[in-house]
């Protein structure tokens, strides 16, 4: 048997099924998926559940970070000449 690959949209959506009322028996039933497996989904969606709120403070730490990269790169490029024109200056 074939096995199935679940994106994470698709998981949330069976998981969000539960947790709104619907059986879960009739949820795996419609989905093909067993028990175990949708409270296993369900028990990672929800540790993580906390993250959905994390965004922003996500987003603007990335971006300070790019920020920092692009500045790294900067230096990296201002020494490597210096380099060059002291290694010039030897020749």
């Known amino acids: 048997m074939k096995k199935r690959k679940w994106t994470s949209e ?3 959506r069976i ?5 709104k009322g619907l059986s879960v028996a009739q949820i795996c039933t419609a989905h093909s998926i067993s ?3 949708y409270y296993r989904w369900r028990d990672e969606f929800l540790s993580h559940a906390g993250k959905a709120f ?3 403070k996500t987003n603007q730490q990335q971006q300070r970070l790019e920020r ?3 500045k790294l790169k900067a230096l990296v490029g201002e020494l490597t000449i210096e380099l060059k024109k002291t290694e010039g200056e030897w020749l």
């Open 10 to 12: 698709a998981k949330a």
């Open 15 to 19: 998981v969000l099924q539960g947790l």
């Open 35 to 37: 028990q175990s497996q």
């Open 54 to 56: 994390e965004t922003q």
């Open 68 to 70: 920092e990269n692009e």
